[in-house]
């Protein structure tokens, strides 16, 4: 096991940071949650193994540290809001190191490699055509996610095909990483998924920034002052786009759907994109100061979780593992086995467990109530780490065989890993969501590996003929 080195500067600067913050308003929690990543991200990102697992822990840890800012910055005491959201808080962090114990033993088992040797494998692929697979992808994914909801009895396995995409973004950023060729092409291509992504309900802008990340850090040996410097630069600039769409997005979801309240895009790509700079235009700095509150709100998810404790079992008992059971029925029923079989509903589930009455799907929103909170309810303080520690385990069996039945080629596996568990880096996720796109996802691949996997790795392969791509 090789680990990621930090020289002294980095070491210095890292552990003054999270010391510091015990000296701040609620800083106990804020100390709790960066010493949890820190150990957790040092013991589950080792140098040149895939990234994707770090970055479904940044975004957990995210998605629970951003209680206590949104508290810091309203200037509030943690439990203001609910008396339980430091219980929830913690019992998160508990939650988080069980479902990563499995993950770390998965990252420690992989062969260790160095730079050169990722190097080698690098001269196995043509560039070039992995560029032109990219490509075609990109074109079919872009038709496939035009009809995924035509066809409700398929939706979910339309839905995991388009991540073939991804999985052949991957594959071209190893290669111009490794190889230093083609980097304008690669960074146009970057652009161009960031801005298509703002044609869309659901922030798919992002998509593109999180697989960069996933690049990043699979390849990082060493922290230094320099990585650090970027690693904060990257945030700022992540921070100002979630501002800034924070503050336009509900005008401009408006304009999409021309106020129908549904998910569907009724304008023309043009016009969304002239609202879009017509919104943007109206953006200052107080606008952005007033989106804070509602983005850390929108991106913390243990308020759901401490109204849940709120809830059972003092008004609604312990479910038993009852919930996960529905969640699995309702994700492994086809729907033309099942023809009436509801479509999904988030909002039903939060508004019985929180006590919130949300709007549902036919207003066009969803409301989660996350994953670890379902696992309380079924299973309680002492039972969610376990259920959690299983998930761990679920995911370290699919990653072992999507590793070793995609190919010999560890860029190869690293690819398909990373575009199949980027989708599960929330941790807002719904159960029936979870269940339903890991069973989708593996059911896709599968069929990928024994079908079309070994006639991509074909064509992909370097020979001895010139290279027109």
Not at 208 to 237: D, P, Q, R
Not at 380 to 390: R, S
Not at 418 to 433: A, L, N, V
């Amino acid at each position: 096991m090789r680990t990621i080195k930090f020289d002294e500067i980095s070491i210095f600067l890292v552990v003054s940071l999270i010391l510091s913050t015990i000296f701040i308003k609620n800083g106990d929690y804020i100390f709790m949650c960066l010493a949890t990543f820190g150990i957790l991200f040092i013991l589950v990102q080792q140098q040149y193994k895939p990234g994707v697992f770090s970055i479904i822990l940044v975004n957990h840890i995210l998605q629970v540290i951003a209680a206590v800012l949104l508290a810091n910055y309203l200037n509030k005491d943690i439990n203001e809001r609910s008396p339980y959201i430091s219980k929830a808080l913690v019992v998160s962090l508990v939650g988080i190191i069980f479902l990563f114990i499995p993950l770390i033993i998965y990252q420690r088992s992989l062969p260790t490699l160095t730079l050169n040797k990722l190097k080698e494998y690098a001269q196995e692929f043509s560039i070039g055509k992995v560029l032109y697979c990219y490509i075609i992808a990109l074109v079919a994914t872009s038709l496939l996610s035009a009809v995924a909801f035509v066809f409700g009895s398929i939706t979910q396995i339309i839905i995991s095909l388009i991540k073939i995409k991804w999985f052949f973004f991957l594959l071209f950023g190893f290669m111009v990483f490794l190889k230093q060729e083609k980097k304008r092409v690669f960074y146009l291509l970057v652009l161009f998924e960031f801005l298509s992504g703002f044609f869309s309900f659901f922030s798919d802008f992002k998509t593109v920034i999180y697989y960069l990340i996933i690049l990043y850090v699979t390849f990082i040996e060493k922290v230094n002052l320099k990585s650090l410097l970027l690693a904060f630069t990257a945030g700022i600039f992540l921070v100002f786009i979630g501002l800034f769409w924070t503050s336009i997005k509900n005008d401009y979801r408006a304009f999409l759907n021309s106020g129908s309240q549904t998910q569907e895009i009724d304008v023309s790509q043009n016009d969304a994109y002239n609202k879009l700079y017509d919104l943007s235009s109206s953006v200052d700095q107080d606008v952005l100061a007033n989106s804070t509150i509602s983005l850390l709100d929108r991106l913390q998810y243990i308020y759901h979780f401490s109204k849940a404790i709120e809830t059972v079992p003092d008004k609604i008992p312990f479910q038993n593992g009852n919930n996960w059971l529905d969640n699995l029925e309702f994700s492994t029923t086809p729907r033309f086995l099942n023809p009436d079989k509801p479509k999904i509903n988030n909002s039903i589930k939060t508004t019985k467990y929180t006590g919130i009455r949300y709007l549902g799907a036919d207003k066009g929103v969803s409301f989660s109530l996350g994953y670890f909170a379902e696992a309380y309810i079924d299973f309680g303080f002492l039972g969610m780490p376990i259920f959690l520690l299983g998930i761990g385990f679920l995911y370290t069996i699919i990653a072992n065989y999507l590793k070793k039945n995609s190919s010999d080629n560890p860029l190869f596996a690293y690819a398909v890993l990373g575009s199949f568990f980027m989708e599960f880096y929330g941790f807002e996720m719904d159960g029936t969501y979870l269940i339903g796109r890991l069973f989708s996802s593996f059911l896709t691949y599968f069929i990928l590996i024994k079908f079309f996997f070994p006639s991509i790795l074909e064509f992909i392969k370097v020979r001895d003929e010139p290279e027109y791509y």
